[in-house]
């Protein structure tokens, strides 16, 4: 009798270990399941109002643009800051798996990217110093000395429109350089994206000033590599609806762009 008993004892006890291990196993599944995917996301830090760093910490359109977007996608983000000319190869190489830096939605980049839906309308204008009376908009630029960043439809741009008719086109990692050679007196003018040099020539007090109508109406795109993730492309455009639907999206603009 106390034999079988023992021997009962033995058998509840592997079906209660069993049991355990079961519960376990699907705990740990469901726990697997419930987190969320993180996508690293790649900006130019030197490109405000869109993005930019105050005391080590992202701010900007971009920045809080993405985060809402990933809070209603129910996606997580790493923020990760490079030149914007190294930002496509960091997609191409896998090392990022969105991008969001002001860049310009262009045939030659659907290429290699599968952008959103527009989320911004932007353009490039011409720039030149605060005393400077004459030029007056993009047909004075030959012949003269142009500023660009690398990388920017800014860029392409100028190369293709103003280069074959003897303007030299001078090209830096950044801004702020481009800026600087204008208010310099080393290049003549600059072109860049008009919110952006519209809010840094206010906001930095810069003695430029914007000359003529924008040279074309770009738009910027929020970029995945192309054919790499479908699904994260349409989870973006439906935050991203969602966002100008319910007021959002322009609470984050009007809060950097008055």
């Known amino acids: 009798m106390k034999k079988f008993s023992l021997i009962i004892l033995v058998i509840v006890a592997l079906f209660s270990l069993t049991a355990c291990g079961d519960s376990s196993k699907k705990e740990s ?4 399941s419930d987190k969320k995917k993180v996508y690293k996301v790649g900006v130019d830090a030197t490109y405000p109002p869109f993005e930019w760093q105050v005391n080590g910490e992202y701010k900007g359109i971009d920045i809080d643009l993405i985060k809402a ?34 860049m310009s939605i262009t045939d030659e980049r659907k290429k ?36 660009v960043k690398k990388g920017t439809s800014g860029a392409t741009y100028a190369v293709e429109n103003f280069a074959s008719k003897g303007a030299k086109v001078i090209q830096f990692d950044n801004s702020p350089a481009m800026f600087e050679e204008v208010k310099a007196g080393r290049a003549d003018a600059l072109i860049e994206d008009y919110p952006v040099i519209s809010y840094a020539i206010v906001d930095q007090k810069l003695p430029l000033k914007v000359v003529g109508d924008r ?3 770009d738009q910027y795109g929020i970029g995945v590599l192309k054919g790499s993730n479908d699904g994260l492309v349409k989870q973006i455009n439906d935050a991203l609806a969602e966002l100008k639907a319910d007021g959002t999206y322009q609470e984050i603009v009007d809060q950097y762009l008055k």
Not at 73 to 101: H, N, R, T, V, Y
Request: net charge negative; aromatic share 6%; hydrophobic share 40%.
């Open 29 to 32: 599944k469901e726990t697997k």
């Open 215 to 217: 040279l074309n109406a």
């Open 69 to 102: 977007i990933a809070d209603k996608a129910g996606f997580e983000i790493e923020i990760q800051s490079m030149d914007f000319k190294g930002i496509i190869p960091a997609l191409q190489s896998k090392q990022l798996d969105i991008s969001i830096a002001g």
């Open 112 to 147: 290699i990217i599968d952008f959103s839906n527009p989320y911004f309308d932007a353009g490039l204008s011409v720039v030149v110093s605060k005393d400077n009376t004459s030029i007056k908009s993009g047909a004075d630029l030959n012949g003269k000395t142009i500023a």
